[in-house]
Structure formats: C-alpha cells, structure tokens
C-alpha cells in the first residue's frame, strides 16, 4: 500500500508536539517553587532583621535604664557630700587647729558619753584641739607646781557644757582634768571628786580668758586664778570676779 507523504508528515509533527510540550511547562513550575522558596528565605531573613533589630532597640533601652540608675547613684553621693560637711572641720581657714570643735551654738559633733542634770559631758577627743588642750594642762600643772599639787595628764580630760538662760543662752566651755582614770571616773560616773581641776572659758571684748580652778579635799585646797590668752596669771580669782572689781 502506498501512503501519501502528507499524512505521514502530519503524523510526525504530532508526535514532536506531544513529545517536547511537556518538558517547558515543568520546567517552568521548578522556576516558579523555587522564587517561591526564595521569597520565603527572603521573609525569613527580613524576619531575622527585624527581630535583630527589636534587639538592638531593646539593648538601648536597657543601657538608658542602667544610665538611670547611674544618675540615682550620683544622687547618693551627693546626700553623702552634704553630710561630710556636717562632719567637724580638721582646720581653720588659717590651717590651724582650731581651739574647740563647737559650732556656733556651742555644740560638739560628737555625742556626750555621760550627763548629769542639765550638764553634758564629752571628751576631750574630738572637742578641744590637741595642741591647745596641751597647752591648758602645761598651765595647769604649772599652777599646780605653785600649790605643791599633783600633776595632771592633757590626755584624760573631759569637756563639760553648762546650760545658762544669760542671753543668747549659749553654755559655758568647762574643761575638766584629772590625774588619773580611776579619778576621772569617780568625779563624773561617781558621786565623790577628790581633786577636781576645771578651766572656765569666758570672753571679754573679743579676748579669751581661762578661770583655773585646783582643789585638793585631802589637803583642804581650794584655789582659782584668772590667766589672759598669753598664760599670764592677771589675779587670784576667777575672772569674773577680776573684771567685776575693775
């Protein structure tokens, strides 16, 4: 039988149709998953980037809290600057020691170890000046030589205030020593003193001046004197008895 070319050439370009059709389309859905998965390690990296970035934001707000607190600490050390100033002052403008560590009502900074009444007792440490207290026991020990007295030592010492209603009510300055601790001892935490030794401060046109008192109960002695700021004796009584006769 003999076929004409026609149909034989119609059926071949069939068959190349079918063959080679399906190979793009498939192709083409491999390109289209693959954007797909593309797209979404995309999103993913963009998610990534954000959640980074939510990170960084809350890095920075935990850095402004931390500077926060900082600032709180610096507050701190501010309260802590206002009460060293309240601390007693270690030197005068002039770089002295000053005579007392009182302030202008005539108060110590420190607490009194024992009161009796109205009258407030401290220690020497920390309210008389080292150098001055030394040069109160020198005189002391000085009128004492005068007496026939027993010395006394500038370290056991206390300072006492007495109240006054005198305007402006500031108390007087006592300085009180003693020859031992074991006296020290009795005249303020006891009721016996057997040789008490005061210093009474009082001001009189703008100069010091110190009352020495010295008494010995053994020996029935009872002395006071009136020394300027020079540790000059000016008379055998207290001082204000010594301006009152002027």
């Known amino acids: 039988m003999k076929f004409s070319q026609k149909p034989i050439f119609l059926i071949l370009s069939l068959c190349i ?18 954007k797909k998965e593309e797209k979404k390690e995309g999103g993913e990296k963009k998610e990534e980037k954000k959640e980074g970035g939510e990170k960084k934001k809350e890095e920075k707000k935990e850095g402004g809290e931390k500077k926060e607190g900082g ?12 009460e060293e100033k309240k601390a007693a002052p270690k030197r005068t403008y002039e770089g002295i020691e000053p005579l007392f560590y009182l302030d202008s009502k005539r108060q ?12 407030k007792y401290y ?13 109160l026991a ?25 109240p006054t ?32 030794r005061f210093v009474i401060f009082s001001v009189k046109d703008r100069t010091l001046y110190r009352t020495f008192i010295l008494s010995d109960h053994k020996k029935h002695i009872y002395k006071e004197f009136c020394l300027d700021n020079k540790s000059e004796v000016l008379d055998e009584t207290s001082c204000w008895k010594h301006f009152e006769d002027e």
Request: hydrophobic letters at 30%.
């Open 123 to 135: 220690l020497c440490r920390g309210t008389v000046g080292e150098w001055y207290r030394e040069l």
């Open 165 to 196: 209603e005198k305007p402006p009510k500031l108390p007087i300055v006592t300085i009180e020593f003693y020859i031992n601790s074991d006296i020290m001892k009795s005249c303020i935490l006891g009721e016996d003193c057997p040789q008490p």
């Open 17 to 34: 149709l079918c063959v080679s059709l399906p190979a793009p389309s498939f192709a083409a859905e491999e390109k289209k998953e693959e």
């Open 108 to 119: 110590p900074y420190i607490e009194p170890f024992n009161e009796k009444g109205e009258d």
């Open 71 to 82: 600032e709180k600490k610096e507050g701190g050390k501010e309260g802590e600057k206002k």
């Open 138 to 162: 020198k005189d002391m020990n000085t009128l004492a030589d005068k007496l026939g007295m027993e010395h006394v030592t500038g370290k056991t010492c206390a300072m006492r205030l007495v």
